[in-house]
């Protein structure tokens, strides 16, 4: 082939190669724009919370799930159809009913987040995951935040509402899964839990009546959905 031929094929295989690549990354580029806009947009939402001291490192890693806060102790005792029997250590929690969806607040002002500590020492203390949540009267839920372990006195909470209660050593039925927050799916993994549990030979009521069984989510709300850690769990 002539000189000139092989310039002529050159020019058409570089552009070929650029017809390919150039879509891929313009899609990876839309993807990187969409995550950075992502964190931007919860970077100020941190901030209106009154989350102000928070370094740009631990928000980026919280946004796609990264969990940072202590979780509580347990062993595993057993596995099943999805689930494990999870021992649990004693601990201590710090509880409001959340019937007109304001316990996450008054929790948050209790540790400190949000304002100064609500609580009889003026005492900031750390925040652990998961925020728990447990079947109340009629179709209310009551929240819980799960002190650190380290505090063996928790100060009383100086907030109307707002309560310390012990969380006694438990042994429990445990779903793991990812997703996005919704407490209809939360109730309905429970009943089909309990469903599973009972054909593994563990003793659960029907209906789960009476049972406080928790709803547990692990991360903050400017997480990706489908990053988002959370639990049902049946105690036994």
């Known amino acids: 082939p002539t000189l000139r031929g092989l310039r002529h094929r050159i020019c058409a295989c570089s552009a070929q190669k650029s017809a390919v690549t150039l879509p891929v990354q313009t899609r990876q580029l839309g993807s990187a724009l969409s995550l950075h806009r992502h964190h931007r947009h919860h ?11 928070a370094t740009r490192r631990p928000i980026m890693g919280s946004v796609v799930g990264r969990i940072t806060e202590e979780t509580p102790a347990y062993e595993v005792l057993s596995t099943g159809d999805n689930f494990e029997v999870r021992r649990y250590a004693a601990g201590t929690a710090v509880e409001a009913s959340d019937a007109n969806n304001r316990a996450f607040g008054a ?3 209790y540790i400190g987040v949000m304002s100064k500590p609500q609580n009889a020492r003026g005492e900031a203390i750390s925040m652990t995951a998961p925020v728990v949540s447990i079947p109340d009267a009629g179709d209310a839920m009551r929240m819980q935040f799960v002190l650190p372990s380290a505090i063996k006195d928790a100060p009383e909470p100086t907030a109307p509402g707002v309560r310390v209660v012990p969380r006694p050593a438990q042994t429990m039925v445990v779903e793991h899964y990812k997703g996005s927050w919704s407490e209809a799916d939360a109730k309905e993994r429970a009943f089909k839990l309990a469903d599973r549990a009972r054909a593994a030979g563990h003793a659960i009521p029907e209906d789960l009546v ?3 069984w928790e709803w547990r989510r692990f991360n903050p709300p400017w997480t990706i959905g489908f990053m988002k850690t959370n639990e049902v769990c049946i105690p036994l």
């Open 210 to 212: 009476g049972v406080a």
């Open 43 to 53: 970077m100020h939402r941190a901030a209106r919370l009154g989350i102000r001291h």
């Open 107 to 109: 929790l948050a002002k």
